[in-house]
């Protein structure tokens, strides 16, 4: 029996893409947006991180949703190992351009159209580099460049960089001084509290059309305790007690619906070791 046939849900919550209506948002959301918007006002260079599974994406997708489209144009990056190359070829092809295969010759002609009020249309630019802790250490570098013009007097768009806690150890070391000097706002994200979790679990249930609560108390408390409040994390264990209380014909998710799940992580765990 699956959950939607057990309580009727109108659908399956804890899904890993939410629609923009259905987006929890906590106190450290609201922080986080505030901080991405000053940096798009001041055309600013920001860095926001966060652990694995704890919403950097969706916050993003958030920030960008939730521009004036013909205000704004966003180009989002994730390229695994992203090099200069690769970074000067996707802003060059927003303005028509072809990359040139020389990353010398890709700067030089993105600095003459940057010059030359290549950027300076209707729309604003703002460039997202996510995942960035796995940028090449020359992309890192290469920031250095890429917004300022004019002998730093001049930033062409805002930049965002997103990633995990690495990016901000990595950007402390010495040789990216330069970088992090530059760096403007930057932002941590961390788990939800154990209040929000809570929360965030009814509000899951809500949103499929179901207005009892579906897990107790001492479910809840377990679920904050496993997750740390991380979204990601939080979904998978819910989801998976539903199931689990589904298939048992129980009333609701309790401690021992959680405590099975929990387990049973703990040994795909041990098998992937």
């Not at 057990?6 to 899904?15: A, D, S, V, Y």
């Not at 986080?32 to 001041?42: D, S, Y």
């Not at 600095?111 to 209707?122: D, I, K, P, S, Y």
């Not at 819910?238 to 021992?256: H, T």
Request: with cysteine; aromatic share 8%; glycine share 8%.
């Amino acid at each position: 029996m699956t959950p939607q046939e057990k309580w009727g849900l109108e659908k399956l919550p804890f899904r890993r893409n939410v629609e923009g209506h259905e987006f929890y948002e906590t106190a450290a959301h609201r922080e986080a947006l505030a901080r991405m918007e000053w940096v798009l006002e001041q055309n600013a260079l920001g860095l926001l991180t966060g652990e694995v599974g704890s919403g950097k994406s969706t916050l993003i997708r958030r920030l960008i949703g939730g521009l004036d489209e013909m205000k704004w144009l966003p180009i989002y990056i994730c390229v695994p190992g992203l090099r200069p190359r690769e970074f000067y070829g996707e802003l060059l092809s927003y303005l028509g351009e072809a990359s040139p295969y020389s990353v010398n010759r890709a700067r030089k002609l993105w600095n003459e159209r940057v010059q030359a009020g290549g950027l300076a249309g209707e729309r604003r630019w703002v460039v997202v580099i996510d995942e960035a802790q796995d940028i090449s250490e020359e992309m890192l570098q290469e920031l250095r460049f890429v917004r300022n013009q004019r002998m730093d007097a001049v930033s062409p768009f805002p930049l965002i960089l997103v990633g995990q806690p690495e990016l901000r150890r990595k950007l402390r070391l010495k040789k990216y001084e330069a970088i992090s000097q530059r760096i403007e706002m930057v932002y941590h994200l961390t788990g939800m509290t154990r209040e929000e979790t809570a929360d965030y679990v009814r509000h899951q249930i809500q949103l499929t059309g179901k207005a009892a609560p579906l897990f107790t108390d001492s479910a809840l408390h377990l679920i904050y305790g496993a997750s740390r409040g991380i979204p990601r994390v939080v979904n998978q264990i819910c989801l998976q007690a539903l199931y689990d209380a589904a298939a048992k014909n129980s009333d609701v998710v309790e401690d021992a619906h959680i405590q099975r799940v929990l387990a049973d992580q703990e040994w795909q765990r041990g098998a992937a070791g």
